[in-house]
């Protein structure tokens, strides 16, 4: 068993929060107001440069085509991100797509170099077509809304479901550690820079989920140990720094295999293929999820009950010692 | 329990399991090279990141691409020359735009700038019909300015992508291109009849096309002013919309339904739904229609959910400014690589044989047993993930890993609490009974707060959060029961076991210390 003491540290829990979240809102403030976004917007949100090269299977093969177009985009000081290939014989595509950042007018000189290489110049029928500006409709607002009405439904539930099947100071304690890790989410995105895809968005809800498990597996624990004799004769913060350290296994060991089980689909996804745009970013933010998740579920959500319960018990005692004392003057006065 | 009857239900459940697994998991070649066996998880349908998405360039009447204008030019003749003078250059260049588009009075780089404003107004209006029409994903976005390009995806399940099922790839090439075939459509929503009605816009186009001329029921009252909604339903295997009607809308409709369904007075007894120029659905009306909503079934649950969103857009008075064209749809390879969904898959093989590893080195024949149950659960998931038709994503499969985290974590939970009892000096009985008795309200408190979260995810959310949502609630009912089934396998695999605390590789301090 560790000897951690998880609830002497709320300071410095409450420090490193503090400092995290502000971190990230300044940050991404700073960024809305020089670039126009809080995070770090994906293609599906923020748009993107492409280039279109078409051609036929007939005249040239993919792999010159894409020689071609990486010889251009090397000769132009450019680079993709990603590229999707599409259609087949006469009519294959290959579509490269740009961060907004790249300079459009050398994205379009790469095109045209393209287009001499696949076009008429050389004596085949394809094309190369720059798209300076795809300007995403995708409302990232939307997307946002709907997982925010669903998580902070999910929350108020299980806020409702523990001071049901608990206690209102543990309730309150895993409101707080929900809250707390969400926005330590954000703000290690928004701090971090990592891409806000809808997959990403979706992620969110894992965190709460994982902050759940965690709270769930510590409060019971906590509910059980609170019975015993020995537990019940020490004071609030030696009884959540005992339960916590009781938890602390089995909480890391949830967190360690969702966090495994994203490492291994990073590395494995990266294999995968030339770019990992795909699964890179909703992998990293799941990793942030669950950092932020360990961090306010083992370390924080301890220190912040230990003192909840310390002032519940305090006003327990206090009511006691009213009830008593009203109990004793009746009693004189009778 | 006698080693007969545990033998019996250890080798059923075991057989069970791995036939499960096996044929959820494995693909293979039938002998004869007559057919393929493709497994259930290969048949499970995936999101765009896992199987790429199809897409197309929507262009309005009058606009044409660059490299259609250029392959008119390389013709040259008398091709050349009416291209050259038909069309103007887009700004950006990667579009021609016919002049007689352009509006004529204004200047004609103000009129290109006019025409980039109206295409940027509808790709906004397409963007909220595929938010509504409920995709695990989807993109819509202005493209070189004068084009709109729209994105869903495959739908394809590993089997087709990987080209083992070529039928179903054809079937759901079909299915996405219909899916932007009915959200791109232009013009206005109106309830039309060949007999009652006044004319309007489209009947003069009718007429001019020598076609059926129609008439608008609604008349002056303009669709948003008579429509609230329309959305999408289904029950028990029945798909469909559900129309509702503004006060004045269904007042106006109960008088044209009247007269419609009143064979003296109108000799086509239906209500034409039309967006545009196009009809979509043809309501037989025999009788007046006097509630505030009314349904209508729809063949397919693709084809309601599309309906609903189209119409609900175009209901709300976000008609498109122009009708748009498209070539063809291309289905495109995953941007994340080509071999994403198998890499992916064999990532979390690659964890689940760990969790394996881990639960045989700690409990040994015990590990044994919930390896079996941890096989069982992960071929329930990916069976009723199968047959509920659930879109597996990357986020998806995330939820599947926190899923079969939970599972772990709660059977780890209970062996431990066990293991606790048992180096107590418990018989390892009476351990097993107090440690699950212990742990009983902690899993039980997880899993009602993870069903209930799940069930709002599903309902509230849209998209590829609402596909986490149920594979969660498949995930946490799946961990529940099979917790308890865990708890059965090792009381029936134990049973002929001669030293209970070696098969657990627990210890009990006060028999070691008696020994």
Redesign the interface.
């Known amino acids: 068993m560790n000897k951690l003491r998880f609830s002497s540290g709320m300071l410095v829990y409450a420090i490193i929060s503090a400092a995290v979240i502000a971190a990230g809102l300044v940050l991404g403030l700073v960024m809305h107001f020089t670039s126009g976004a809080f995070f770090n917007w994906g293609?599906?949100y923020a748009?993107f440069r492409?280039i279109e090269v078409?051609y036929s299977a007939f005249d040239i093969k993919e792999e010159d085509v894409k020689k071609a177009a990486e010889d251009a985009f090397a000769d132009n000081g450019v680079s993709y991100y990603?590229?999707?290939?599409?259609?087949e014989s006469t009519?294959c595509?290959i579509?490269y797509?740009f961060a907004s950042s790249q300079d459009a007018e050398a994205v379009?000189k790469a095109a045209e170099a393209i287009d001499s290489a696949v076009?008429?110049d050389s004596n085949f029928?394809g094309?190369a077509?720059?798209?300076?500006?795809?300007?995403?409709?995708?409302?990232a607002s939307?997307?946002i809304t709907?997982?925010a009405?669903?998580v902070s439904?999910?929350v108020v539930?299980?806020f409702i479901?523990f001071l049901i099947?608990f206690r209102l100071a543990m309730a309150a304690a895993a409101f707080v550690a929900d809250v707390h890790n969400l926005a330590l989410f954000y703000a290690l995105l928004a701090l971090t820079r990592v891409q806000v895809t809808?997959?990403v968005?979706?992620?969110s809800?894992?965190c709460?989920?994982?902050t759940?498990?965690g709270c769930?597996?510590m409060f019971?624990?906590m509910?059980?140990l609170f019975r015993t004799d020995e537990y019940k004769a020490m004071s609030s913060f030696e009884q959540a720094d005992g339960a916590a350290r009781s938890a602390f296994?089995?909480v890391t060991?949830?967190n360690a295999?969702?966090f495994?089980?994203?490492l291994?689909?990073l590395?494995?996804?990266a294999?995968?293929?030339?770019?990992?745009?795909?699964?890179?970013m909703?992998?990293l933010g799941?990793m942030l999820a669950v950092l932020a998740s360990q961090y306010g579920t083992t370390l924080f959500t301890p220190a912040v009950y230990s003192r909840l319960k310390a002032r519940a018990d305090k006003r327990a005692a206090e009511k006691q010692i009213k009830y008593v004392g009203a109990k004793k003057s009746a009693e004189a006065a009778e | 329990m006698g080693k007969i009857r545990s033998a019996i239900i250890t080798a059923i459940v075991a057989l069970a399991t791995l036939a499960l697994f096996f044929f959820g998991v494995v693909s293979f070649d039938l002998p004869g090279n007559i057919d393929r066996y493709n497994s259930i998880l290969a048949n499970i349908g995936l999101g765009s990141e896992l199987s790429g998405d199809v897409y197309t360039v929507l262009l309005p009447e009058g606009v044409i691409s660059a490299a259609e204008y250029d392959s008119a030019m390389a013709e040259e003749g008398a091709v050349a020359d009416e291209y050259a003078e038909t069309y103007v250059e887009a700004p950006g260049g990667a579009y021609y735009v016919d002049k007689e588009v352009l509006d004529a009075e204004s200047d004609q780089q103000q009129a290109l700038k006019d025409l980039a404003a109206k295409i940027s107004e509808d790709a906004q209006v397409l963007a909220g019909r595929f938010a509504n029409r409920n995709l695990t994903s989807y993109s819509v976005g202005v493209l070189g300015g004068y084009g709109i390009r729209v994105a869903v995806p495959s739908g394809y399940d590993y089997a087709t992508y990987a080209g083992y099922d070529l039928d179903s790839r054809s079937v759901a090439l079909n299915a996405s291109s219909s899916i932007i075939g009915y959200l791109s459509r232009g013009g206005e929503f109106t309830l039309r009849n060949n007999d009652y009605g006044s004319r309007d816009a489209i009947t003069s186009s009718q007429l001019a096309d020598d076609s059926q001329e129609t008439y608008n029921i609604l008349g002056d009252l303009d669709a948003k002013d008579a429509f609230k909604s329309v959305k999408y339903f289904a029950m028990g295997g029945v798909y469909g919309i559900r129309i509702k009607l503004t006060a004045e809308g269904r007042e106006r409709l109960s008088e044209a339904s009247a007269a419609i369904a009143d064979t003296a007075q109108s000799s086509d007894q239906t209500i034409r739904f039309y967006v545009g120029e196009d009809e979509l659905i043809p309501l037989t009306c025999e009788s007046e229609i006097t509630s505030a909503s009314f349904d209508i079934t729809v063949g397919d649950e693709e084809t309601a959910r599309s309906y609903a969103a189209l119409f609900d857009s175009a209901a709300g008075g976000n008609a498109l400014n122009f009708s748009y064209d498209y070539d063809d749809v291309y289905d495109a390879t995953v941007a994340g690589g080509e071999n994403t969904a198998v890499f992916l898959a064999v990532s979390v093989l690659v964890l689940f044989v760990a969790v394996v590893a881990f639960a045989i080195a700690r409990y040994r024949l015990l590990g044994l047993t919930f390896s079996m149950t941890a096989m069982l659960f992960s071929g329930v998931m990916i069976a009723v993930t199968y047959l509920v038709g659930v879109t597996l994503t990357a986020t998806g499969v995330f939820t599947a890993v926190l899923a079969l985290a939970l599972f772990a974590g709660c059977n780890f939970w209970s062996f431990e609490q066990i293991r606790r009892e048992s180096d107590a000096g418990r018989t390892l009985q009476a351990a097993v009974k107090t440690g699950y008795k212990k742990t009983f309200s902690g899993i039980l408190d997880l899993h009602v707060v993870l069903f209930v979260v799940s069930v709002l995810l599903t309902l509230v959310c849209r998209g590829a959060l609402s596909a986490c949502g149920m594979i969660l609630l498949i995930g946490t009912l799946a961990s529940y029961i099979l917790h308890w089934f865990t708890r059965f396998m090792w009381y029936v695999t134990m049973s002929p076991a001669r030293d209970k605390y070696k098969f657990c590789g627990f210890s009990r301090e006060a028999f070691d210390n008696y020994e």
């Open positions: 293609g599906e748009g492409s078409q990603a590229f999707v290939t599409a259609g009519e595509r579509e797509r379009a076009g008429i029928t094309h077509t720059a798209y300076t500006e795809l300007a995403a409709e995708r409302n939307v997307d709907y997982a009405i669903a439904a999910a539930f299980q479901y099947r809808p997959a968005v979706a992620v809800a894992l709460v989920l994982v759940m498990i769930g597996m019971d624990r509910r059980k296994p089995m060991l949830v295999v969702v495994a089980a994203l291994l689909m590395v494995f996804t294999i995968a293929g030339g770019t990992v745009f795909g699964l890179f909703p992998c799941a």
